[in-house]
């Protein structure tokens, strides 16, 4: 898995310099670099089942109920969790939406366009690398490897984002929104135990910039979304994500992985 990370990581920071080669087009088309994890798992699966010569099933798993409602529901709530404390720590002015039902239907529609590029990545990070390196490593390890290759990932754009469109601090805001992809992480690596399936965490993906963009607005392009402010204070990707994210990983983890205490006194 080493190489695989190497690849990975490496064929996303040239695409993403080059991308910054022209920064409007970088900004319109960041979305490009979501190719990457697709386009090198791939690679490596093919390498893997002429090796093997046995096929490798990304897709083909079942999922349950369980596992697709939690990753619709939860980043939902998570969204609707940092509204609220938005709300009631700084004040923000709120954009009344007038058709709240074609409001939902939009919110909806974006979310299934956003299935591909969402499974462009959860191809790569949850469907291949989390399941391979869980055989190596076990659950503990291959979640928080997966997390630092995902903040691997993202880093670069993200400060180079931030640079050429001046919402912030390029280093604050790249820190900050790596460490909300690190504890965020640990759900979408929970989303996906729940059925060893990464249709629910695609779901979860889409969900999750759909709803959090609309909200709490864009972190990186600045657009306001329904709750209207200091985008990187409020943003489920800025600080208040990375504060609430912080207590609900740890829960996540806890439930997981319970305590050896607290197993053998139950």
């Known amino acids: 898995m080493k190489k ?80 609220l404390v938005d709300f009631l720590v700084w004040h923000p002015a709120i954009k009344i939406v007038k058709k709240p039902v074609v409001w939902i239907l939009m919110e909806m529609i974006t979310v299934l366009l956003g299935l591909l590029s969402s499974l462009f990545e959860e191809y790569g990070w949850r469907g291949y690398l989390l399941p391979h390196l869980c055989r190596q490593y076990g659950r503990k390890k291959s979640i928080l490897i997966t997390g630092v290759v995902w903040m691997l990932f993202h880093m670069p754009a993200v400060f180079l984002l931030t640079t050429v469109t001046r919402l912030g601090e390029p280093f604050e805001v790249c820190l900050v929104q790596a460490g909300v992809i690190f504890t965020l992480n640990i759900a979408f690596c929970y989303c996906y135990f729940l059925s060893d399936n990464i249709i629910p965490v695609i779901f979860f993906h889409s969900v999750w910039n759909t709803f959090n963009t609309s909200m709490l607005g864009d972190l990186y392009s600045g657009k306001q979304g329904m709750f ?25 983890w806890m439930k997981m992985f319970p305590s050896r205490h607290k197993t053998q006194k139950g």
Do not use: S
């Open 4 to 83: 695989y990370i190497i690849i990975v990581l490496g064929v996303t920071w040239i695409v993403t310099a080059l991308l910054f080669t022209n920064p409007q087009f970088a900004v319109d088309y960041v979305a490009i670099i979501m190719l990457v994890p697709f386009v090198v798992t791939l690679f490596f699966q093919k390498m893997e089942e002429k090796k093997t010569r046995k096929k490798l099933t990304i897709l083909n798993h079942d999922y349950n109920m369980k596992a697709f409602l939690f990753g619709i529901l939860y980043p939902i709530g998570f969204i609707l969790l940092c509204a």
């Open 228 to 252: 209207q402010g200091k985008i990187f204070l409020m943003n489920g990707e800025g600080v208040m994500g990375l504060t609430i994210g912080a207590v609900t990983a740890y829960f996540i």
